[in-house]
């Protein structure tokens, strides 16, 4: 069966700081990868999806970047953090003709 | 208008009783309907898919589409204290890769 897992499960960062979260996905191959961000009881926000190694379409511009440097890796990156960047960070994967997504236990951001 | 729209509530009902939970969508194209549960502090999980028109039962959910009308309904039937939770109705339309949420409706299960 597929597993999903992203760390760290808790963070927090000063302003400016750099941040790079990960996630990473057993069981399956090729999947669609998804990084979703949902603040603070606010809906989900996609912020980035991959369908493939190095393939990456970003949903909204803003000062985070992300990678597929393998198959079932996806990074989520920024240089510098701004305070509007806290919030609860989701990994997810996808396959099959409805695309139905499953998403890891998420990663906690706090930017201080 | 927002894209997928849902009553944010929160939504209570007595233990036993049948939830109702709706969720209305702009776009026609809409074809694929998914609806997750969210426990305060958790990440959602997928609960019920949707394709087609009319009814579908999944122990003691059933979730209901009615695309001329666009809107999705999620059924649960004898509420259970434990289905406290926030729950989200997302979409696909046509063979996007992406997922539209809407922002959830928060549902109280009262002892």
């Known amino acids: 069966s597929q597993t999903i897992h992203q760390w760290p499960a808790t963070l927090v960062q000063p302003v400016g700081s750099p941040l790079s979260l990960e996630c990473t996905v057993e069981?399956?191959?090729?999947?669609?990868l998804y990084w979703y961000r949902q603040a603070a009881g606010r809906g989900l926000q996609l912020l980035f999806y991959?369908?493939?190694?190095?393939?990456i379409s970003s949903e909204v511009p803003q000062n985070l970047s992300a990678s597929r440097p393998q198959d079932r890796q996806f990074i989520l990156s920024s240089k510098k953090l701004l305070l509007s960047d806290s919030g609860f960070y989701l990994c997810?994967?996808?396959?099959?003709?409805?695309?139905?997504?499953?998403f890891g236990p998420g990663t906690r951001l706090t930017v201080l | 208008q927002k894209e997928v729209e849902q009553n944010s509530g929160p939504l209570s009902v007595p233990e036993g009783a049948i939830a109702s939970l709706n969720c209305t969508y702009s776009d026609r194209v809409s074809q694929s309907f998914f609806w997750y549960r969210q426990y305060s502090g958790k990440s959602p999980e997928l609960i019920m898919s949707?394709?087609?028109?009319g009814d579908k039962e999944d122990g003691r959910f059933t979730a209901q589409l009615n695309k001329a009308s666009q809107y999705v309904s999620l059924l649960i039937r004898d509420s259970q204290p434990s289905d406290s939770a926030t729950y989200l109705c997302a979409l696909r339309t046509g063979s996007a890769r992406q997922l539209t949420f809407g922002s959830g409706t928060q549902l109280t299960v009262l002892p």
């Open positions: 949707i394709y087609s028109n």
């Open positions: 069981g399956t191959s090729n999947p669609n």
């Open positions: 991959s369908v493939g190694i190095g393939q």
């Open positions: 997810a994967w996808a396959e099959g003709l409805y695309n139905e997504q499953f």
